[in-house]
């Protein structure tokens, strides 16, 4: 890897650092929140949150949707995009809008697990807990695997090309999952609704996929279409040739 490169990954380093640091006093200044009321309904513990507590717990969902739930798929479609692609300029693009949303995502589940940490008890009882855990660390391999990617035709990018791939996808899947069962684990706790949030994120989920499945087949599509047009202007067999309509024209035929 070049000097310049490396100079590059420590400033970006050095600066999610300074900014995940920075917003500890913001998010440690909300830490101080009324106690819970907990009563018991139908064998099961509910929680009465302070508006304040029920405010962080909202923010922290929003702040994993927007990574995991749509910055990360996002990240995903628009790198696909780059396959067909031979504009330089263009691709170039591609490629840098791709790593801004998987920084942003990244930057986004810092601050949600801050939040966390310092706001929720974690005890890691639950699947919700444990995945979430478990994302954290996992989100910054892409990230990672992307700042350090070999040059174009070494030796190994394809092996580089395969791991970015398996875990951006498992990272995003894993993050999809989370997000149901983060929803799930509210309404268990607090017996308030959420069924329209998961009509809301399934309709999005449906849409990612659906736009997922057609970018593979959308060159075809525009091949086909291309090809359709020649083919709608070209003499059809009916058609008679210019030779064929003078040799017809009333001046040609024998008096």
């Known amino acids: 890897m070049s000097s310049k490169m490396v100079q590059t990954t420590q400033k970006l380093i050095v600066h999610v650092a300074i900014f995940i640091f920075a917003l500890l006093p913001l998010v440690s200044a909300t830490q101080k929140h009324t106690k819970k009321i907990v009563h018991k309904c139908n064998d099961h513990k509910v929680l009465e949150l302070s508006p304040k507590l029920s405010f962080q717990i909202i923010l922290h969902g929003f702040l994993l949707w927007a990574s995991m739930g749509f910055l990360m798929p996002m990240a995903i479609l628009v790198i696909r995009m780059s396959n067909k692609e031979e504009n330089g300029r263009r691709l170039k693009m591609i490629v840098y809008t791709h790593a801004a949303l998987q920084i942003v995502s990244v930057l986004l589940v810092a601050v949600a697990t801050i939040m966390s940490v310092i706001n929720f008890e ?96 959308w060159h075809y599509i525009k091949q086909s279409e291309w090809i359709l047009g020649n083919e709608s202007v070209r003499p059809t067999d009916q058609e008679s040739s210019p030779t064929q309509k003078k040799e017809l024209s009333p001046s040609s035929e024998p008096c």
């Open 122 to 217: 974690n005890f890691f009882d639950n699947t919700h807990q444990r995945v979430g855990l478990a994302l954290y660390v996992a989100i910054w391999l892409p990230l990672v695997a992307g700042i350090f990617r070999p040059d174009k035709g070494s030796k190994n990018r394809g092996k580089w090309y395969a791991f970015h791939w398996l875990i951006g996808v498992t990272v995003t899947l894993l993050g999809i999952v989370n997000v149901y069962i983060g929803l799930q684990a509210y309404n268990k706790k607090t017996m308030k609704s959420t069924s329209i949030w998961n009509w809301l994120f399934s309709a999005e989920v449906g849409v990612i996929v659906l736009i997922y499945l057609l970018q593979e087949k």
